[in-house]
């Protein structure tokens, strides 16, 4: 029997299995739900209840094994699939998440990369294949690609939302500073830095009602 | 008499800020609380009571005047500050997004780029000033500094954090993939990008219990 998990849940699964690969490099052997939840912010009932979702896994009394939870979630997650991934816009931010070490990581591999612009597409130099933005649909479902960045203008952001669907993308990550709408069954991730920023610069230009301490939910006055 | 407001209501405010310039720009005259709970994936009521932590404005009944409301939040955010802002991290992603237009906006200034390879600082072409990064304190306290964005490798994040800490920043948008700790007063935003791919790789790895519509919280089954 399987048991539903919110997309919530899984998010915080995801931050807790980044957080338990950094703590196998710092030779932690055990760890406490408590220890986890100062870590993530979380309070420990809702690291513990992330983690049943997942199914039997050692005594959270006596703490976790590191090693065995995170190799836990690697496979309850799904991660143990490599997943082909795209971008599409070959500007600066795409080209430098294209070449980013910061970026790689186990759960993909980007295989091609978009662009509409034909004479950047001839000049770029990459390993990956390149594709002009006309082909997105055929080139997703021919390469069996299931990921997607999209780091074009906003005002390009929603057509290229639609020819990756058309091809058939499981999910897209969304780089520009506008949300994308995508049909049921395409899972989105909108990431807006000037919008990020915006919120700083807002939340760094009011009077404070009490001390934060740049964790969740400091309160703020207006 | 001020009234307090929670972090997560001043995010929300900030996205409706966003949502709101583009109406204006689609000429949109008025607005309801339910069609702007539509386009932000919220419950009508959120927006209305995120709206009247700023005060008072118009009538949410006959729905708000677009423009007045836009300008509202833009005068009790604080956005009308145009807000001083540093990028650490002058690589492929620092650079990108020194120069991307995507990024541009009314609440921030990027002034100054600090990186710690010395030729990269005598080679690099842009029109804001640059330092090495030992410099970082110095240079924020200087030149009045509230706003950081962090585009180094995960391994000195934390000693770039505290070193614009040390320096007096108020907010930080922490781009490398890892979390870093401020001290009480200085806001943390923490993304991402490898950790959202990794996010959509479980989602759209896993058998879904329903169609997501690729809105908040779509269920999972693991």
Chains 1, 2 share one sequence.
């Not at 100062?38 to 590191?66: C, M």
């Not at 971008?87 to 990581?105: E, T």
């Not at 934060?212 to 400091?218: A, F, L």
Request: with cysteine; glycine share 10%; proline share 5%.
């Amino acid at each position: 029997m399987k048991t539903p998990i919110p997309a919530p849940a899984l998010e915080r699964l995801c931050s807790l299995y980044q957080l338990l690969c950094r703590m196998e490099g710092e030779d932690l052997v055990r760890v406490s739900s408590t220890e986890l939840g100062r870590r993530t912010g979380q309070p420990a009932h809702t690291i513990r209840k992330d983690i049943s979702f997942l199914g039997e896994i050692g005594n959270s009394g006596a703490g976790y094994e590191v090693s065995r939870l995170k190799d836990h979630l690697f496979s309850k997650l799904g991660l143990q699939r490599e997943k082909r991934a795209c971008i599409v816009g070959l500007g600066r931010l795409g080209s430098a998440i294209l070449s980013s070490s910061n970026i790689a990581n186990e759960a993909f591999r980007i295989v091609a990369g978009f662009d509409s612009d034909v004479n950047k597409l001839e000049t770029i130099k990459t390993a990956i294949m390149v594709f002009p933005s006309h082909e997105i649909a055929d080139v997703v479902r021919r390469m069996a690609i299931e990921l997607a960045i999209i780091a074009v203008p906003a005002a390009r952001a929603q057509e290229v939302a639609d020819r990756l669907a058309g091809g058939g993308i499981r999910g897209i990550l969304n780089l520009a500073p506008t949300p994308v709408m995508v049909p049921p069954g395409v899972f989105i991730r909108n990431i807006d830095i000037a919008g990020e920023l915006r919120i700083l610069s807002a939340m760094s230009g009011v009077q404070l009602a009490s001390q934060g301490h740049g964790v969740p939910c400091p309160t703020v006055l207006l």
